[in-house]
């Protein structure tokens, strides 16, 4: 059974630093397709870092300069190092595998989500 499960979340001052981590399990070989979306309440959940499995990334422009993904196949991890925070950057971050890229940040044709960890900017 596939399993995403993240960690690393908590509040930061702006301007602050963050890394968030997904741990896979089940899966035996690394999916096409791994990112990193957030999601705030009463908005859709959007895609903040993508990374294929030729470690190829993409960012949105809100994001790109300050976070960055990475991936780690021994200790099948997926890695999200978010600096100089804003408060707009809080929300809660969920790690997904999926099957095709999509838009700059994201991947479509999610397979697995993680259950999210919270994120929170405080000025």
């Known amino acids: 059974q596939v399993q995403l499960e993240e960690s690393g979340g908590g509040s930061v001052q702006v301007g602050g630093s963050l890394t968030l981590s997904c741990l896979t399990s089940g899966y035996s070989d690394w999916p096409y397709c791994m990112a990193w979306f957030r999601q705030v309440q009463g908005k859709e959940r959007e895609g903040v870092a993508r990374i294929l499995r030729d470690d190829a990334t993409s960012y949105p422009d809100s994001v790109k300069g300050r976070f960055t993904i990475s991936r780690d196949s021994v200790k099948k991890s997926l890695y999200l190092q978010m600096n100089s925070l804003k408060p707009e950057d809080t929300g809660k971050y969920f790690c997904?595998?999926?099957?095709?890229?999509?838009?700059?940040?994201?991947?479509?044709?999610?397979?697995?989500w993680g259950k999210g960890t919270l994120v929170n900017i405080s000025s």
């Open positions: 997904a595998a999926g099957r095709m890229y999509g838009s700059r940040g994201a991947c479509i044709g999610i397979d697995n």
